[in-house]
């Protein structure tokens, strides 16, 4: 019965994982949220949900403590042990009034300053601690994987080529993350545990219709095909996360480290 940890699971590709985890009666999905308060789509289906296989726990990846107290939540619910941790939980591009910021375009030096500091901490810091926390489960479970969600904007070649000069705190806090990755994949190999950091696509998470998804997301997608003529452009949760599940399953330590889109291609490409 394999066991999955997910952050950021009350909205968006983080909800997506629990929906089509749970459909498998035999797996646990431990579903971490930052606040019940705004879970209640999550709740909803949970208390509807026909297999009773999801443990909803708060989990604040901004919070050591809050992490620390999750990881042994799951651990008295899984006897110690967890397969798959994935780091989902982030502070996004459209969660920040400046995130659509070129480094020039800032109002002042304290507010890089702050920007930076805030998405540094909960995109970089965050998923690291939340990592460290639950190392100890993923060591008794069987699979041993951690994957985050990562982006082509933390890639310096596809940023260079694309000519995409904005999103800099979310982008610099997602490179980093990756480099994190490979860090933690050397540190762990010997003990069988794998780490991959994951590019989910440009999914279609913006509040609101897919027309509107389409209209936010058409300057970058044109801009992207400049360089790249075959990028898909926007996909479905639904289809990002069943490619990422069906990628998870066929990652082994050789892939440890790695930054990779969703298909397996290497991170910097497009």
């Known amino acids: 019965m394999p066991s999955y940890a997910i952050t950021g699971t009350s909205r968006g590709i983080g909800f997506g994982f629990v929906r089509a985890l749970s459909a498998d009666a035999n797996n646990t999905v431990f579903a971490l949220v930052r606040d019940f308060s ?3 789509q999550l709740l909803d289906f ?6 009773k296989n999801i443990h909803v726990i708060e989990a604040d990846i901004a919070d050591i403590n809050s992490i620390k107290d999750a990881a042994q939540r799951v651990s008295e619910l899984s006897g110690g042990k967890l397969d798959v941790l994935i780091n989902n939980a982030a502070l996004n591009l459209l969660d920040h009034e400046r995130g659509h910021l070129t480094i020039d375009a800032f109002p002042s030096e ?13 995109n970089t810091l965050g998923p ?4 460290n926390a639950f190392v100890p489960l993923l ?13 082509t904007s933390g890639s310096p070649k596809v940023v260079l080529q694309s000519g995409i000069s904005q999103f800099i705190g979310y982008s610099i806090s997602k490179a980093g993350l990756n480099l994190a990755i490979a860090k933690t994949a050397g540190r762990f190999k010997d003990e069988g545990l794998i780490f991959v950091s994951v590019i989910p696509g440009m999914v279609k998470t913006i509040p609101g219709s897919d027309e509107e998804n389409e209209k936010f997301f058409k300057p970058f997608v044109a801009k992207i095909r400049e360089v790249y003529p075959h990028f898909e452009g926007p996909i479905t949760i639904e289809r990002s996360v069943e490619d990422m599940i069906s990628l998870i399953n066929r990652l082994t330590i050789a892939d440890s480290g790695k930054f990779i889109h969703r298909d397996g291609r290497d991170g910097d490409s497009e």
Request: charged share 30%.
């Open 38 to 40: 705004t879970a209640g």
């Open 128 to 131: 690291i601690h939340t990592m």
């Open 46 to 51: 949970v208390k509807g949900h026909p297999h």
């Open 110 to 122: 304290e507010t890089i300053d702050e920007d930076f500091t805030l998405y540094f901490k909960t």
């Open 139 to 151: 060591r008794r479970g069987e699979m041993k994987k951690c994957i985050v969600m990562s982006t």
